[in-house]
């Protein structure tokens, strides 16, 4: 809360207010200054204001009503709720066997798509991996990953030889917002090497982001071998 309020998008505000809410600041069943008021403090728009309000309402952060005001809720309740899940789990779930590969790490700079996806500084290091995991020795899911070691330093100590990133992840980091996407990409040399699929096929892909309080831990991409099969229970 030590950042000057000059400039602030809607997202800086979110995570202003947010932390406010997380900290105490704002405490359960308190009402919040009006969007003016706000707006006023952030130098900012209502607009702009309004648009960070209603994310942390969708999210199950803030009771918006008119006349009023805007509270803060008791517990968060998350529309939908979210785990993240485990790709052994997964094959385990099919009673296949699951083995996991590292194909290779390295840290080196963010490449300019991942900076400016992720808002990170130019020149900011990344640890990149790419793992591969098979069900049955069958291949499942190539994984290609970036993890932001300021946020998290300590991922530079694992050498992920014997489980993946995303097992380490889930244990050790918490994350208070995800990203999810899913698509469809075509096969390229990389990928229909490692998931043995016909080049230029159509491969199931899963783009997932995590933050933690703000900043971004790890931006994945998860390619799935061909008949791969996505069920959900709610």
């Known amino acids: 809360m030590g950042r000057t309020h000059e400039n602030m998008s809607y997202r800086d505000i979110k ?10 600041v704002w405490s359960p069943d308190s009402i919040l200054p009006s969007e003016t008021d706000l707006a006023t403090e952030f130098s900012s728009t209502r607009t702009t204001v309004n648009r960070a309000l209603r994310e942390l309402a969708e999210e199950g952060y803030l ?38 590969s590292l194909v290779d790490k390295q840290v080196h700079a963010a490449p300019s798509w991942l900076a400016a996806r992720l808002d990170l500084k130019r020149g900011q290091d990344v640890l990149h991996l790419r793992c591969m995991h098979y069900a049955d020795n ?30 380490w992840l889930v244990k050790k980091v918490p994350f208070t917002n995800l990203e999810l996407s899913f698509l469809a990409t ?36 998860l390619f799935f071998a061909p008949g791969y099969r996505m069920t959900t229970h709610l």
């Open 15 to 24: 995570q202003v207010v947010l932390d406010r809410i997380q900290t105490g």
């Open 63 to 100: 009771e918006r009503k008119r006349k009023a005001g805007t509270r803060v809720l008791k517990s968060p309740i998350r529309k939908a709720q979210f785990s993240i899940p485990l790709v052994r789990d997964e094959i385990a779930a099919t009673g296949a066997a699951y083995r996991y």
């Open 138 to 167: 069958a291949p499942f899911q190539f994984e290609v990953r970036w993890i932001v070691t300021d946020v998290v330093p300590e991922v530079l100590d694992e050498s992920f030889e014997q489980s993946g990133p995303n097992d």
């Open 186 to 221: 075509k096969a390229n040399g990389e990928i229909a090497e490692f998931l043995d699929a016909p080049l230029g096929d159509p491969i199931f892909t899963a783009e997932r982001i995590t933050w933690l309080r703000g900043a971004p831990v790890t931006y994945a991409k």
